[in-house]
Nanobody, 123 residues
């Protein structure tokens, strides 16, 4: 099982980035995929997740309207398009998988986590 997050980098306030989460080693269409982030000195928080079945999505209030999550079942990849970035979006971003039963950003549902990718937004 592998979840490989990529696409992070340094961007100015107001800029955009697209993160990718490439999945392999398991039945991608059976799992919801979530994005989480952890800023220095803070707890990890859920950002967004997408359903395995109907493409339903959930967003944290802090990113709603600025971030868009999507999935490509041919490429087994989930994307997080981030726009209008703010310094408070600076964090390590992780993707994780959860069995496709309940679409939620609660970490307890996620049973495998990938390594993160750093996003830094300069002011």
């Amino acid at each position: 099982v592998q979840l490989q997050a990529s696409g992070g980098g340094l961007v100015q306030t107001g800029g955009s980035l697209r993160l990718s989460c490439a999945a392999s080693g398991f039945a991608f269409d059976d799992f919801n995929i979530g994005w989480f982030r952890q800023a220095p000195g803070k707890e990890r928080e859920g950002v967004s997740c997408i359903s395995s079945s109907d493409g339903s999505t959930v967003y944290a209030e802090s990113v709603r309207g600025r971030f868009t999550i999507s999935r490509d079942s041919v490429k087994n990849t989930v994307y997080l398009q981030m726009s209008s970035l703010k310094p408070e979006d600076t964090a390590v971003y992780y993707c994780a998988r959860a069995p496709g039963l309940l679409l939620s950003l609660r970490e307890r549902w996620y049973n495998y986590w990938g390594q993160g990718t750093q996003v830094t937004v300069s002011s």
